[in-house]
């Protein structure tokens, strides 16, 4: 690579490295020269350049991505879930729950008004944590764990490697991959290892030569794993286990995003006596994504230091919003809705499959919002030819951790709100774009 990187001391490298950013000779995505590469060229030690590619990681100007190299960060690094913007086209990529099928907050809301919490007291309604650890207590068997309220999912993810972390230590993650953890990872300036991804979930093989890697941290969905919508077997979850135990240190994060609306079974790589870990439960699929609320249920070191991040009245999770939670998940009618609304989810989406698995396209068992279809042709060529017939899908390279990797041949459909008409009418022309 041609560049013009000065310096004799790590500051003065990534001082050098800053400038051609800011003036435009390094754009997002740019490629820095490997160490020894730039280290060879500047005639200094290896360490030196090592310590500048740390400084701008930490400044969050690049990103390192293991064997891929280190580039330059963009301001979006990575695509976003949600619906497409300033689309005229059906959107069925939004991997959204459907709105129909979110209960109504407002009979829960007469009833959270009470007395104001002031700065000083207890950051988690008692009434919300007592449920919670019943939520998650059968789950976790034996452990002694602690009970932590954040701001969604995602917040608890970027809490967790926070307070456990520094940047560019190695974080597990399933590839395919979920979007907010490709963007949380990144951000932090901690270094992505990918972990395939099958029908029965994280592979073993790739769990263990990503510890052979240094990794820190893993991050697993044990069920309808996004984009997938694979879940861990019995089987395989105890071979991830057992390869687990010899590094009880390393931490595990498992985002349960699916928990109530979840046609499978839990299963997890969280073993006995494994001293790091953490069982994060949003509600957001089932109450919706606007009430920003998780459950992290964490080894008491992790809720300790989980617990400096969320001061008293400023970074903690409105109580308003915990008791309005609560509220809705002790309701009789409200669970039934939500067990419905799983019920629902699952026959719409198999039912789906089942069509284009008549056109020979293979649709994997999944659970989950959204469908994992196969082709036989890159998916960003099926996608085209869809968007000349109206329709907007996410393809696989929008998941994939590494950027030089080929070009996907998967898309990710989300169809459960599809009328019947809209759903033959879709699988006619998918049919016609793989021809």
Known sequence: MDHEITGSTAADIAASVRGLRERGALRPGSPLPPVRELAATLGVNRNTAVAAYRQLAQAGLVISRGRAGTVIAGVDAVAQEG?????????????NPDALLIPDPAPALATVAG???LYGEPVIDSALETWARN?????????????????????????????????????????????ASIHTVRLGGYRAVAVPVDDEGMTVDGLRNALDDGIRAVICTPRA??????????????????????????????????????QRPYESLIGPGHRRYALVRSVSKFLGPDMCLAVAA?????????????SPGTTWVSHLLQRL?????????????????????????????????????RVPPMDGLSLWVELPQPARLVSERLMRRGWLVRTGDD??????????????LTVHDLSDDDAETLVADLAAAVR
């Open 83 to 95: 619906y497409a913007a300033d689309s005229v086209l059906r959107d069925v990529g939004t991997g």
């Open 115 to 117: 007395r104001p919490v």
């Open 135 to 179: 939520w998650v207590a059968s789950d976790l068997g034996e452990a002694d764990f602690r009970i932590t309220i954040t701001s969604g999912a995602v917040d608890a993810v970027e809490r967790l490697l926070a307070q456990a972390l520094m940047r560019d230590d190695a974080v597990a993650l399933e590839d395919p991959c979920f979007l």
């Open 225 to 262: 794993q996004n984009p997938t919508g694979a879940s861990l077997s019995a089987q395989r979850a105890a071979d991830l286990r057992a390869v687990l135990a010899d590094h009880p240190y390393v931490l595990i994060i498992e985002d349960d995003h699916f928990s109530m609306l979840s």
């Open 298 to 310: 964490t080894d008491p070191e992790t809720a300790e230091r989980l617990a400096m991040r969320l």
């Open 325 to 361: 939670a609560l509220a809705q998940v002790t309701d009789a009618d409200v669970t039934a809705r939500i067990a419905a609304a799983g019920r629902h989810y699952a026959e719409r989406n198999e039912a789906f499959a089942e069509r284009l698995r008549a056109l020979g396209l």
């Open 399 to 412: 998941f994939a951790l590494d950027d030089r990797a080929e070009p996907s041949r998967h898309i990710r």
